[in-house]
């Protein structure tokens, strides 16, 4: 690929396929996801405007499909978007329930961050943008697994700022409150922001000149109040 890439992951659809299709024009997209229909719709879309997707039916939560998917790739960004919340009282969720979420929302950015920071490390330059949540520094009834899978990747990412800054690798985290995908499962997305508005953040992240970095940045929508 001529073109700088971008790692996606959880790009089949949401926040992930949005953020995908926004950095189309900028960068050479390798979209990570379990859906095949879903990735090649996406690099159909991609690839009619004249960009490049190469679309990787993986399951990131398997270590080895990791590490075969992203062996040679040279990212020069990677956005680690994809999670799952499963909302339910402590008593209620299942330790395989507790277990999807903590492999999918934590063990996973371990995975997909290792394959490809050495080469970031190597060019001394390269962002790592990771899509946390509000949640991240606060918590709701029913969301014990899900709010702390987010608080650690708060710690993650903070740790890792701090570790890779001298290389000239910048790491962020962008931090949506409630958006309006089949992630949630709220009946009025009315308020709420849309997948295109944290795409758009995220870009705007990773737009920054060479020796700026945005560390965390917390995204809400502007709700605007009813007239009657």
């Known amino acids: 690929m001529d073109a700088p890439v971008a790692v996606v992951t959880g790009a089949s659809r949401g926040i992930g396929r949005a953020t995908a299709l926004r950095l189309a024009p900028q960068f050479a997209i390798v979209a990570l996801a379990r859906n095949g229909d879903e990735l090649a719709s996406l690099a159909e879309e991609i690839e009619s405007a ?3 997707c ?3 039916v993986v399951d990131i939560t398997d270590p080895a499909a990791v590490s075969d998917a992203l062996d040679g790739i040279d ?4 956005v680690n978007n994809a ?6 009282p402590f008593l209620d969720l299942t330790r395989s329930e507790w277990m999807r979420m903590v492999d999918l929302n934590l063990n996973a950015l371990y995975d997909v961050t290792r394959a490809v920071l050495p080469a970031m490390i190597a060019r001394r330059s390269g962002h790592i943008v990771f899509v946390g949540s509000i949640t991240g520094r606060t918590a709701y009834a029913g969301g014990a697994c899900y709010s702390a899978t987010k608080h650690a990747v708060m710690g993650l990412s903070e ?11 910048k790491v962020s985290v ?7 995908t089949h992630f949630s499962e709220r009946r009025d997305p009315s ?4 997948p295109e508005d944290v795409a758009e953040a995220i870009v705007r992240v990773v737009d920054t000149p060479a020796d700026v970095l945005v560390h965390r940045m917390e ?10």
């Open 50 to 52: 004249g960009r490049i």
């Open 54 to 56: 190469r679309p990787c």
């Open 75 to 78: 990212a020069q960004v990677l």
């Open 83 to 88: 999670g799952v919340g499963i909302n339910k």
């Open 159 to 169: 740790s890792l700022m701090l570790e890779l800054r001298e290389y000239g690798v």
């Open 174 to 180: 962008v931090n949506p409150g409630s958006v309006a």
């Open 191 to 194: 308020w709420m922001l849309a």
């Open 219 to 228: 995204v809400r929508t502007l709700t605007v109040p009813k007239r009657h």
